[in-house]
Each structure stands twice: as C-alpha cells, then as structure tokens.
C-alpha cells in the first residue's frame, strides 16, 4: 500500500508523457478527409489552356488518376513540382491539375516555365471546386479511382516517399 | 467664422466616415445569420480563428459560400452539414456527441468525478485519524508571541 503511493504518480507521469509524445509527432494541420471512400464531387471547369474546352467528373470515370491542386502563388507547389514531373515521365497515370484561385496568365507561365506534368489542368478561379473537395492548404493531392471514388488524400506536397511507398501500391491495388 | 468653418468640416468628414462603415451587404439580417455560422466553424488555414474572425482567402470564401447559401434558402443547419460533408468534424467549433468524440465530450467530466472522488476519500480518511497523528497547529508565530510576553514579564 505504502508503495502505491510513489508507483501511482509514476504511473500517471509516464501515461502523460506517452500522451504528449504522441501529441508532438502529429500534425494538427493534417485534418482527416471526410471524402474519402467517398465518391467525388462533380464539377466541369475549363481547361487552364484553354477556356472553350470544359472537362467533367464523368470524363474520368474508368480510369483511375491523380488530381493535384496547385496555384502560381502557392510557394510549396514549387518544391513539390519537380516529383510530380518525374512521376508524370513514368507515365503510371493520369495526372491532372486543379489551378486553384489562379489567374490564367499567371497559371500557364508557371508551367512553362517549371514543367507541365499534367495531361490537363482544370481552372478552378474561385476556388468552388476547391471547397467541395475540401481543400484547404494548396498543394493536395488525391487519387480517385475507376468509379470516381476518392481513395487517398494528400495534404501539403508529395515528396517522392510518398509516391513511393503509398501512391504507386495503391494504384497497383486498384488498377490490379 | 472659421471655427464654425472647422467644425463643419469635421462634421461632414465624420459624416462620410459614417457612411462607409455601412456593411457592404444588402441584407443585415442574412449578414447576422452568416456571421452566427461562421463564428461556430473553425478556418482551417489559421486553426485557432474562426471563419468569422479570420483574413484568409479560405474564410473569405466560405463566407461567401454560406452567405450564397442562405440566400438560396439553406437553413442553418444544411449550411454546417455541407461544411462538414467537405472539412469534417473538425470544422465545428462544437463537435457533435458521438462515438470518436464521446472521451471529448466525457472525459473532462469523469476526470472531475475522479478528482472530487479521491478528494472525498483522503478527507474522510483523515477525519478518522486521532489527534496526534496530525503535527501541532502552532506556528512559528505563535512561538515569537508567548516569548514575546514572556520578556514583557522580564522586564
């Protein structure tokens, strides 16, 4: 009993530490998704490249394809660019761009000048598309597969670990 | 004169002043019911602000949205369940009561239960104890106190 008395505070400490612990290696930026196992929202938004051509959600069915949210302004797109682009070269999947709350001009010399990646970007200028994915912090990615169905969410850039070891298994998963 | 000039002035700019802090939408009534709302949503780009309170492009737009919203006849209710179909629970300021959020919402109770409990039971303890398991009450000024009337006697 006279023991309980030093091992109970000790106890409490070390489940506090654990809690803490836990607590500093998650990111509070990093919100869970609702959407997904969800199917994905519709839109039909205009090409970046070209205004007259509008591209919808039932275009994309049957196949399953990347969509990243980008935008000229957006500083970490520019460090996630580069994977993408790689990515795109091993031609895996479709990649297409969501041109979040861009201007046109500003979009498309972006690409030119660090590379297109994408088989199309979808200009998104108010950002309506964006909210009923839910975006929030530019860049995202998601994976939607041949049902239109999101299957994976990507908050922040992609780093080619990611590619790696969460994108490529899982497009293998539902391609296969 | 020229006082009279001065405060006139100053009238007139003040009321112009006045006239631009009218709120820019038509509607107060709408504008109060968006504002109520987006005081309970969290903005996720600046996480401790709401989307009322909040500057981002983010809260600016779903200002926007809700404000559309409620002019296509949403109630307040549909404006936060579309909110959260997008961002999720997160987004509320007041979480609904379910089963991933039952330790938020249960938790700081039963800690307080907890607490007032083991309180409860050391003080009950204690009153159970004799009178010599406690140290005296006498402090240290009670000590200064009888030496001090013992110098009186002294003297």
């Known amino acids: 009993m006279k023991n309980l008395r030093f091992i109970l505070p000790l106890a409490i400490f070390v489940v506090l530490v654990g809690f803490l612990a836990v607590g500093l290696r998650l990111d509070p930026r990093e919100v869970p998704s609702p959407l997904i196992g969800k199917p994905a929202p519709g839109f039909a938004l205009a090409r970046l490249d070209d205004a007259g051509k509008t591209i919808r959600r039932e275009d994309m069915l049957g196949k399953v394809w990347m969509l990243n949210v980008w935008a000229s302004w957006c500083a970490a797109c520019r460090d996630e660019h580069p994977h993408l682009v790689a990515f795109a070269r091993t031609k895996q999947m479709p990649i297409y761009g969501l041109n979040y709350k861009d201007a046109r001009n500003d979009g498309l010399a972006w690409l030119a000048r660090f590379g297109d990646p994408y088989d199309a970007s979808l200009f998104d200028q108010d950002g309506r598309v964006g909210i009923d994915f839910g975006v929030y912090g530019v860049p995202e990615t998601f994976i939607i597969d041949k049902q239109g169905v999101i299957r994976f969410k990507q908050i922040g850039p992609v780093t080619p670990e990611i590619i790696q070891t969460r994108i490529v298994p899982l497009l293998k998963e539902l391609n296969g | 004169m020229a006082r009279w ?148 006697r002294k003297s």
């Open chain 2, 5 to 152: 000039c001065l405060l006139l002035c100053i009238l007139v700019s003040m009321a112009v002043t006045a006239k631009e802090a009218v709120p820019a939408a038509p509607d107060p009534v709408l504008e109060a019911r968006m504002q109520s709302i987006a005081a309970e949503l969290r903005c996720l780009v600046c996480q401790n602000q709401t989307i009322a309170d909040s500057h981002s492009g983010l809260a600016e737009d779903l200002r926007r949205e809700v404000r559309d919203q409620l002019r296509r006849g949403a109630s307040d209710e549909q404006v936060v369940q579309y909110m959260t179909d997008r961002y999720g629970d997160f987004v509320r300021y007041r979480p609904p009561f379910k089963a991933s959020t039952l330790v938020l919402w249960v938790g700081p109770v039963l800690l307080l239960v907890a607490g007032l409990a083991i309180l409860a039971i050391v003080l009950r303890r204690r009153t159970k104890l004799a009178a010599d398991q406690f140290e005296p009450d006498e402090g240290e000024w009670v000590d200064e106190a009888t030496e001090l009337k013992a110098g009186e």
